[in-house]
Nanobody, 126 residues
Framework: EVQLVESGGGLVQAGGSLRLSCAAS????????IGWFRQAPGKEREGVSC????????YSADSVKGRFTISSDNAKNTVYLQMDSLKPEDTAVYYC???????????????????WGQGTQVTVSS
């Protein structure tokens, strides 16, 4: 059984930092793209960042470039999202997800991802 478990969310002031973790089990970590997505109330889910460590590939949304960094620890089957310089508009539920092949429409095509975690709330106060 594949499981993705997010952790690390919380309440932080604008300009602060958080590090999210996504622990994966039941899949071959090297074979999957692991993505971070977020969904704010009343908004569509959007892609934040994606990584496939085994081929040295990362992707990030323009809205988070220079502020968020995705990384992975294969020994721990865990992907991290380091979020710095947080803004109130970053407030959302953050999800990690896994897909075997990169979607034809691009890494942020969330409907193509096979497995999802339960999400972790990130709230940034102004």
């Amino acid at each position: 059984e594949v499981q993705l478990v997010e952790s690390g969310g919380g309440l932080v002031q604008a300009g602060g930092s958080l590090r999210l973790s996504c622990a994966a089990s039941g899949l071959s970590f090297d074979d999957y793209f692991i993505g971070w997505f977020r969904q704010a109330p009343g908004k569509e889910r959007e892609g934040v960042s994606c990584i496939r460590h085994s081929i040295g590939v990362t992707y990030s949304a323009d809205s988070v470039k220079g502020r968020f960094t995705i990384s992975s620890d294969n020994a721990k089957n865990t992907v991290y999202l380091q979020m710095d310089s947080l803004k109130p508009e970053d407030t959302a539920v953050y999800y990690c997800a896994a897909v075997f092949e990169l979607p034809l429409g691009g890494w942020s095509e969330s409907n193509e991802y096979d497995y999802w975690g339960q999400g972790t709330q990130v709230t940034v106060s102004s």
